[in-house]
T-cell receptor
Framework: SQTIHQWPATLVQPVGSPLSLECTVEGTSNPNLYWYRQAAGRGLQLLFYSVGIGQISSEVPQNLSASRPQDRQFILSSKKLLLSDSGFYLC?????????????FGQGTRLTVV | GQNIDQPTEMTATEGAIVQINCTYQTSGFNGLFWYQQHAGEAPTFLSYNVLDGLEEKGRFSSFLSRSKGYSYLLLKELQMKDSASYLCAVRIRGYQKVTFGTGTKLQVIP
């Protein structure tokens, strides 16, 4: 069966510090991978998605970046965090190709920038 | 771009039926999803519609009208554990991305 791992679960970082959130998927090959952010009381905002190694599509211009160094690894990074980067970050994967259906979410990382 | 609208909050009584609506405006529509999200947790998949009509799955049903850009999620025999946010999401043809609405927070009261 497929599983998705996301860590850490919670993180408190000072303004201006770097960020690295990691997500890995097991039990599937060449998944579509996604990073979403959910601010308090708001919907899910798509940040990045990837259909293959080294292929990253950015949805929102900001001080975050994403990388996919391996087929089932997706990393969200920042060189300098802002207060506005606080939120609930969710990694997700879906099956690629025609007829693919739902996205499966990791348990999320709650980031607080102080 | 895509525009997805849902009511912000709803309240319903335990044992009752509630309908949560979602309207969308997009080009290249390729499916609509409903997810449930309890506070502080990740969303979990409820239903997927790509053709017009009603899809039933236990106490939950989802309806889609592509010509009207409209969907609803129907929850029957409400239970207290159904208190959660319900997210409507749309997938665009030719892309692998799914865009979410802001969600409807449902409170089930005794």
């Amino acid at each position: 069966s497929q599983t998705i791992h996301q860590w850490p679960a919670t993180l408190v970082q000072p303004v201006g510090s770097p960020l690295s959130l990691e997500c890995t998927v097991e039990g599937t090959s060449n998944p579509n991978l996604y990073w979403y952010r959910q601010a308090a009381g708001r919907g899910l905002q798509l940040l990045f998605y990837s259909v293959g190694i080294g292929q990253i599509s950015s949805e929102v211009p900001q001080n975050l970046s994403a990388s996919r160094p391996q087929d089932r690894q997706f990393i969200l990074s920042s060189k300098k965090l802002l207060l506005s980067d606080s939120g609930f970050y969710l990694c997700a994967w879906s099956v690629p190709g025609v007829g693919s259906t739902e996205a499966f979410f990791g348990q999320g990382t709650r980031l607080t920038v102080v | 771009g895509q525009n997805i609208d849902q009511p912000t909050e709803m309240t319903a009584t335990e044992g009752a039926i509630v309908q949560i609506n979602c309207t969308y405006q997009t080009s290249g529509f390729n499916g609509l999803f409903w997810y449930q999200q309890h506070a502080g947790e990740a969303p979990t998949f409820l239903s997927y519609n790509v053709l017009d009509g009603l899809e039933e799955k236990g106490r939950f049903s989802s309806f889609l009208s592509r010509s009207k850009g409209y969907s609803y999620l129907l929850l029957k025999e409400l239970q207290m554990k159904d208190s959660a946010s319900y997210l409507c999401a749309v997938r665009i043809r030719g892309y692998q991305k799914v865009t979410f609405g802001t969600g409807t927070k449902l409170q089930v009261i005794p």
